[in-house]
Each structure stands twice: as C-alpha cells, then as structure tokens.
C-alpha cells in the first residue's frame, strides 16, 4: 500500500490524510486497537499558526474528492455513491470550517491576501455538488451552499457575527 499510494505533495500541509485514505480505503484489514496514542503538539505547526497554508485544507479535500471519485469509476469502491455523498458533506463543513477561521482571523492578513483567500473560497464554492448533501445539512443557517462568493460571504459573515455574539453571552 505504501509503494502503491504514494504521498500527494500538491498541498502538504493536510495531503498525508489523503495518502492515509487511501490506505484504508485498499487495507485488507483496518483494525482498531484500545492503545493510547499521543500526538506532540507543535505552535508553529501549519494547523496552529494564522497562515494563508490553512486554505490548502479545501484543495486537499477537492484533491480527495477526486481520488475517490476516480476510484469508483473504476468500481475499486463498494457503495461509492455513498461514500462520495458522505464525503462531500465533510468537505462542506471543512469549507465552513475555513471560512470560520478566516472571520476570526482576518485582521491579520493584509488586504492583498485577504482578496487571495477570498478568490480561493470563490473558486472552491462551485466544486461542492449540492445535490449530494442532505436537505437537513443545508437547510441549517449559516450551511447553505451557496455558489455566489458574494452572497456566501454576507450570510457567512452574518452567521459568524451571530455565532460570536452568543458564544460570548454563553461565556459571560
């Protein structure tokens, strides 16, 4: 498996979750053990510093997207369909997730990569196929897909101001 599936280095900040994917996708056997596994937490890891890398999650994601896709044209996957709907919902909160971020930390990018982050939400919106994702995922405030970066970001921003607001009252 591991000389099969390689490590992708398109983005290589969050491409070992692909690789590891597919491992588990093509293992004869994946097994869980009651170990303890502890994980060294690093402060200037890409996933903790307030960087533009963060954004490369959704291109890791969509890179995925289509390995699995890939592979169940190939009929390698049983119950592709499935497992793409499934995959893609997780890919949506991943981009709600994103956005997130981003509101919390926009004062930190300057203008210029601010308009960077913008046009890459703009240009990952289009690939998330609404038709896979429940009606009970979508429907919630603040989850709906929409295509158009302009309206994605005011209902996003809306959702995050409120979300703000009652975190902090639930705070208080």
Same mark, same amino acid.
């Given at each position: 498996?591991?000389?099969?599936?390689?490590?992708?280095? =398109? *983005?290589?900040?969050? /491409?070992?979750?692909? @690789?590891? &994917?597919?491992?588990?996708?093509?293992?004869?056997? @994946? @097994?869980? *053990?009651?170990?303890?596994?502890?994980?060294?937490?690093?402060?200037?890891? @890409?996933? $903790?510093?307030? *960087?533009?890398?963060?954004?490369?999650?959704?291109?890791?994601?969509? =890179?995925?997207?289509?390995?699995?896709?890939?592979?169940?044209? !190939?009929?390698?996957?049983?119950? /592709? !369909?499935?497992?793409?709907? !499934?995959?893609?919902?997780?890919?949506?909160?991943?981009?709600?997730?994103?956005?997130?971020?981003?509101?919390?930390? $926009?004062?930190?990018? =300057?203008?210029?990569?601010?308009?960077?982050?913008?046009?890459? &939400?703009?240009?990952?919106?289009?690939?998330?196929?609404?038709? $896979?994702?429940?009606? $009970?995922?979508?429907?919630? &405030?603040?989850?709906?897909?929409?295509?158009?970066?302009?309206?994605?970001? &005011?209902?996003?921003?809306?959702?995050?101001?409120?979300? /703000?607001?009652?975190? *902090?009252?639930?705070?208080?």
């Amino acid at each position: 498996l591991h000389l099969h599936y390689l490590y992708d280095s =398109s *983005t290589p900040a969050y /491409s070992d979750d692909n @690789v590891t &994917f597919q491992h588990y996708l093509h293992a004869r056997n @994946v @097994v869980f *053990t009651p170990g303890t596994y502890y994980y060294r937490q690093n402060p200037q890891s @890409v996933s $903790r510093r307030i *960087t533009l890398r963060r954004f490369d999650w959704m291109d890791a994601n969509l =890179s995925l997207k289509h390995i699995i896709q890939a592979e169940a044209a !190939q009929g390698n996957i049983t119950d /592709s !369909q499935t497992l793409i709907d !499934q995959y893609e919902l997780y890919r949506w909160h991943i981009v709600i997730d994103c956005w997130w971020y981003y509101y919390r930390h $926009r004062k930190h990018f =300057s203008s210029e990569e601010q308009k960077k982050i913008e046009e890459h &939400f703009g240009h990952i919106l289009p690939t998330i196929e609404r038709h $896979r994702l429940p009606i $009970r995922a979508i429907l919630k &405030f603040g989850y709906y897909p929409f295509r158009s970066i302009t309206v994605f970001r &005011f209902v996003e921003d809306l959702y995050c101001r409120l979300r /703000s607001i009652i975190h *902090t009252k639930a705070a208080d």
